[in-house]
């Protein structure tokens, strides 16, 4: 068995991870070629020379002259509407195979959460059926160019019911294995042709520097050396290139660029890097994919700004520089651009369904889920207005079939009849091996691991037994949430494995820990995060205190620690949180990440030992301890970059202190506020919760994890403002309330009122109100204050933000030392509208288009 794994050097300065050699010429600009092997996969480099410049990167798939021949006829030979039919991507949701003929998609689009039928259980058959009636559509328009089906297949392929899931990105970063990765592309390819797709949004090459960031888990390292050698051998397993055609599937390098390096780990935020901090640090992943040879690359939401450097980049899906002037140019990328869910719409000017900008900056793939009829008519009137060139149409479209000839699917018959057998969707030895490189042992103290094959053990915690806190996000369902153990036919728990490994007999289980553990050889403890995905995964100003993120874990083991009995903690999360209280009840604590279905992974290890995992992320000392990179000024873990114990090892992990500041001030204190209140951003933010309310139940029906409420004036579901999902859309039929409200009590709140701040929302109006509408905030009702707001939900269809002063509802009355409700809209007349991006804004009143009192 070929084997990549490497030790972990003493990081400093830049790193990076592939071979690197001047270009000859007058530009002396550098080249990267194929990553340098160690033990046939791409080696993780001790470190990269720093680069002056983007280099140009020599792709693993040459270009063919038959190919290259064949294209330009074809585009030659092809209408407007085809064109632009090429470039336009929906979701499988929102289309039917007739619509594939008769507007002749390019490829489709598989959100998470969507499958055949709507039916979460949709079978193999199922799948295929869909994919052949997308491709017969496809090969019986005029110009017979085969659809292709994008799916985010991003740990297995997790939309599948059924399908083996492999560890997330972070947890093979800890294996710092690139023929692991190989391995698991490779299986992921199979996984995609059993059930019909050709393309795969993946790997992501993210260098994560914030782990507050929701989407860490996606993130392979805070070291761009991993992300270089493990981007190389994601696109090699996930396209098994042979020369100028794939034996796989299509990867996709994303997101382009800097997804990671967000201020404070906002997701689609600003990038502030210099270009330097662009080409050594965010770039290193896409130098190692695309030398691979991955023939997609998906833009970033984020944009690319830093004023004070110079940097005006903005939204990247808006970008010439980035796209046309970096990827295509400098780089030499001659393969797609597609856009992320909706991106278009974030850039300034520009709607979801009309962007000539985004075009023209180099996008050549457009991800238009449910807006792609409006779309192609925009795009249309813009090519035909000069807006778009006609050039940029083709260049387009001759890239598009470029990567399409290269994919074989020209040559390939319907998805049903190609290479793919519903057995490749299982790969549980595979997993499972990538579960045990994974974790990682942080904690050991008097050698309590490996447990041996007949200890008595008593197993707590909330994650013990659920598959769901095991897979995380991006599984079946977009966010990872609303799964039970029975949407995982096959896949055992980490509670399973250890009845395996040990014997059901000597296993009792207590999610609560109310078990005395006297009598047991260990308790083991498995805790940590729930699921949650991209946006919904920030912790912003809460910071990294796993104690007061997850209380119910302290809980669970202040019931066993302490009592004579040895607790082995395993926390399941997406990212190093600051768990000092947690390893203090523990005499063991192990780092498993987020493993996947085989949770039995986790069991061999605590068994029988065989701890290889390294961090490839620092875990911090304190709750606010973020950004915390290796090789940055002051750099002072808890456990550094690399650490990693064997069970052979003796190492005592002290008592830890466990006083820590809070990291979400508001700006109390006296002071004015400096810093957003944010009240719901695409989810509630603690400690609001959001509710409706009505004559049905005044008390208030809590809005469930699922975005949905109903009474009868008033029903919740959710909807689309800014990105994907981050809205309430409300509907009133009579009178009712939507409102945010903290349950615990109020908050101090006049630091907001002195930094002249305002009460801020986005929303989109679908029905004005037939009525009054107000919007209000309570001190604990019945103390409020109400704005009338009838005014400002007059337009219908175009995105707005309200910005209601805070000193609108002082003047009203409102005791700001004590608001427990932040947030509420109260009509009695129907009214139809999508709420999102609910904060308070120091400063926000002063600016010229807040409302007036």
């Not at 270009?275 to 970033?300: F, R």
């Not at 075009?359 to 008519?377: C, R, T």
């Not at 041996?452 to 996000?473: E, F, I, Y």
């Not at 139809?832 to 007036?852: I, K, L, Q, T, Y």
């Amino acid at each position: 068995m070929r084997r990549g794994r490497v030790g972990v050097a003493v990081l400093v300065g830049v790193v990076g991870a592939a071979l690197v050699v001047p270009l000859a010429g007058a530009s002396g600009r550098p080249v990267v070629g194929p990553a340098r092997s160690d033990h046939g996969c791409a080696r993780i480099e001790d470190r990269l020379p720093v680069l002056a410049d983007w280099p140009l990167v020599r792709s693993d798939v040459p270009r063919s002259p038959v190919d290259e021949s064949r294209v330009r006829r074809m585009v030659a030979g092809m209408s407007l509407a085809e064109k632009i039919g090429q470039m336009t991507q929906p979701e499988i949701t929102s289309i039917t195979p007739e619509d594939v003929r008769v507007y002749g998609f390019g490829s489709v689009l598989n959100g998470g959460g969507a499958w055949p039928n709507k039916d979460k259980h949709a079978p193999v058959g199922d799948w295929l059926a869909l994919a052949d009636a997308y491709w017969q559509a496809s090969v019986s328009t005029r110009a017979k160019i085969p659809v292709i089906w994008g799916i985010d297949a991003v740990h297995g392929n997790n939309n599948i019911y059924g399908a083996t899931l492999f560890p997330h990105n972070i947890g093979l970063g800890a294996a710092h294995d690139p023929c692991l990765v190989r391995d698991v592309s490779a299986a992921t390819a199979k996984q995609l042709r059993a059930t019909g797709q050709d393309w795969a949004f993946a790997p992501t090459l993210a260098v994560v520097r914030d782990d507050r960031w929701g989407r860490t888990y996606e993130g392979y390292s805070e070291d761009p050396r991993i992300t270089r050698a493990y981007g190389y051998e994601a696109v090699k397993g996930l396209q098994g290139n042979r020369g100028p055609r794939l034996n796989g599937v299509l990867a996709t390098a994303k997101h382009f660029i800097g997804d990671g390096g967000t201020t404070g780990g906002v997701d689609q935020g600003v990038n502030a890097s210099s270009p330097a901090e662009m080409i050594n640090l965010h770039g290193q992943g896409y130098y190692g994919a695309l030398a691979a040879g991955a023939q997609t690359v998906m833009v970033s939401f984020n944009s690319w700004t830093n004023p004070d450097l110079g940097v005006a980049e903005g939204k990247l899906h808006g970008s010439d520089l980035a796209l046309n002037g970096i990827l295509k140019g400098k780089m030499g990328f001659d393969g797609l651009v597609v856009s992320d869910w909706n991106g278009i719409g974030q850039v300034p000017g520009c709607t979801n369904s009309s962007c000539a900008k985004a075009i023209n900056a180099g996008i050549d793939i457009v991800m238009v889920p449910q807006d792609w009829k409006a779309f192609i008519a925009n795009t249309t009137a813009q090519v035909q207005s000069g807006e778009i060139p006609v050039a940029r149409i083709d260049d387009a479209v001759t890239r598009i079939l470029r990567v399409k000839l290269r994919s074989g699917v020209f040559d390939q018959p319907k998805p049903s009849a190609r290479r793919g057998a519903a057995e490749s969707l299982e790969a549980k030895a595979l997993a499972r091996k990538a579960v045990r490189e994974s974790a990682v042992l942080l904690k050991n103290n008097g050698r309590v691991l490996p447990l041996g094959s007949r200890a008595k053990v008593l197993v707590v915690g909330k994650s013990a037994d659920s598959m769901q806190n095991q897979t995380g996000g991006w599984t079946l369902t977009w966010q990872g949430t609303g799964n039970t153990n029975a949407d995982f036919p096959g896949g055992t728990t980490v509670l399973a494995g250890l009845r395996q490994a040990l014997g059901a007999a000597n296993v009792t289980f207590s999610e609560t820990g109310d078990v005395d553990p006297a009598g047991f050889d260990a308790v083991v403890a498995v805790l940590g995060e729930t699921p949650y995905a991209e946006g919904n995964g920030d912790l912003g100003r809460r910071g990294l205190d796993a104690s007061r993120l997850h209380p119910e874990d302290l809980r669970v083991l202040d019931k066993v620690a302490g009592r004579g009995t040895p607790v082995v903690s395993v926390y399941l999360s997406g990212r190093p949180l600051s768990t000092n209280r947690e390893l203090n009840r523990s005499d063991a604590f192990v780092a498993g990440w987020l493993p996947g279905t085989e949770g039995g992974g986790i069991a061999d290890v605590l068994v029988r030992g065989g701890f290889t995992g390294k961090l490839s992320y620092s875990w911090p000392r304190t709750p606010c301890q973020t950004p915390l990179n290796v090789g940055a000024a002051g750099y002072d873990p808890l456990f550094a970059y690399g650490y990693g114990l064997s069970e052979r090892q003796r190492v005592t992990v002290p008592q830890l202190p466990e006083s820590a500041p809070e990291c979400d001030d508001g700006g109390g204190g006296g002071g004015p506020a400096t810093e957003d209140l944010e009240v719901f951003n695409r989810q509630d933010i603690a400690p609001y919760r959001s509710f409706i309310g009505g004559p049905e139940n005044w008390g208030g029906t809590e809005i469930g994890p699922d975005g949905t409420a109903a009474q009868a004036t008033i029903s919740v579901v959710p909807a689309d403002v800014n990105v994907q999902q981050d809205a309430l859309r409300a509907t009133w039929s009579g009178t009712g309330q939507l409102y945010l409200q903290d349950p615990s009590g109020g908050s101090d709140l006049r630091p907001y009122l002195s930094a002249d701040a305002a009460l801020e929302f986005d929303v989109v109006v679908h029905q004005p109100p037939a009525g009054r509408v107000v919007v209000s905030a309570h001190c604990v009702y019945p103390c409020f204050a109400e704005v009338e707001a009838t005014g400002l939900f007059q337009g219908v269809g175009a995105k707005s933000t309200v910005k209601i002063p805070v000193s609108c509802f002082d003047q009203g009355g409102l005791d700001l030392a004590n608001v427990n409700t932040p947030f509420l809209v109260y009509t009695e007349s129907p009214f139809e509208a999508s709420f999102a991006n609910v904060r308070w804004v120091p400063g926000g009143a002063r600016d010229p288009d807040a409302a007036p009192c």
